[in-house]
């Protein structure tokens, strides 16, 4: 998106882009910036996708890499996890010490994981999981397996070549936190938010996300 194609004065959107960075939900970014909630609504849209665009290209990961599934949507009742109505699945991929790469994902099986896997991470990896059934067939696959048994423990060992997805888990916290202040999220726009929340996970402190963001917006 490029700043002469929106009608918003440029400060406005400074303004504006500052709000989305604190997390403010677009009805109170409008209120405070003093545009139209449309209008905040509209420009939070085009920061999303901006940010879905740049956030995709980066190179394939490679050494010590965490790798699970996890499930997004309205908290009910009954079933939660693999298999709860409702839900949408999602797959991650986890550098340790750096970044996370996500995508949805229309179900959790080997078939449809380890194309992902594949594309995503270097041959020879030190890939970690936990016993998942879809994962087994990296046993027999060009990575480095290690799975985490969590009926009996969350971690066997901690630091470099600790069996553990301890990284890829504290990303879905941390998305799912961000994601419930919204209190609802149409399924058309989640991809949006769901890179959203990468973006914020991998790019640093706010301080750095407002000055990245205003430079993908031309407005630095």
């Given at each position: 998106?490029?700043?002469?194609?929106?009608?918003?004065?440029?400060?406005?959107?400074?303004?504006?882009?500052?709000?989305f960075v604190?997390?403010?939900?677009?009805?109170?970014?409008?209120?405070?910036?003093?545009?139209?909630?449309?209008?905040?609504?509209?420009?939070?849209?085009?920061?999303?996708?901006?940010?879905?665009q740049?956030?995709?290209?980066?190179?394939?990961?490679?050494?010590?890499?965490?790798?699970?599934?996890?499930?997004?949507?309205?908290?009910?009742?009954?079933?939660?996890?693999?298999?709860?109505?409702?839900?949408?699945?999602?797959?991650?991929?986890?550098?340790?010490?750096?970044?996370?790469?996500?995508?949805?994902?229309?179900?959790?099986?080997?078939?449809?994981?380890?194309?992902?896997?594949?594309?995503?991470?270097?041959?020879?990896?030190?890939?970690?999981?936990?016993?998942f059934?879809?994962?087994?067939?990296?046993?027999?696959?060009?990575?480095?397996?290690?799975?985490?048994?969590?009926?009996?423990?969350?971690?066997?060992?901690?630091?470099?070549?600790?069996?553990?997805?301890?990284?890829?888990?504290?990303?879905?916290?941390?998305?799912?936190?961000?994601?419930?202040?919204?209190?609802?999220?149409?399924r058309?726009?989640?991809?949006?938010?769901?890179?959203?929340?990468?973006?914020?996970?991998?790019?640093?402190?706010?301080?750095?996300?407002?000055?990245?963001?205003?430079?993908?917006?031309?407005?630095?």
């Amino acid at each position: 998106m490029n700043r002469r194609r929106s009608r918003l004065p440029a400060e406005l959107q400074r303004h504006l882009v500052e709000h989305f960075v604190a997390g403010t939900p677009a009805r109170t970014a409008a209120d405070l910036v003093g545009v139209n909630r449309h209008t905040a609504t509209l420009y939070f849209r085009k920061l999303r996708e901006v940010i879905a665009q740049k956030v995709e290209d980066h190179s394939p990961f490679t050494g010590e890499v965490e790798i699970d599934e996890s499930y997004f949507g309205s908290r009910k009742h009954g079933k939660r996890g693999r298999g709860a109505p409702g839900k949408v699945p999602v797959f991650g991929i986890l550098k340790r010490g750096g970044k996370v790469y996500t995508v949805l994902v229309p179900n959790v099986s080997r078939s449809t994981l380890m194309p992902i896997i594949r594309d995503r991470v270097r041959p020879d990896s030190l890939v970690y999981t936990d016993g998942f059934a879809s994962y087994a067939v990296l046993d027999v696959s060009e990575f480095q397996h290690h799975r985490i048994d969590h009926e009996h423990t969350f971690s066997d060992g901690t630091g470099r070549h600790g069996v553990h997805i301890n990284g890829i888990e504290n990303f879905w916290s941390q998305a799912k936190r961000h994601l419930r202040r919204y209190n609802g999220i149409p399924r058309a726009q989640f991809p949006l938010f769901l890179k959203e929340c990468e973006w914020r996970f991998n790019y640093g402190t706010p301080k750095q996300l407002r000055r990245l963001l205003l430079e993908w917006m031309d407005l630095a």
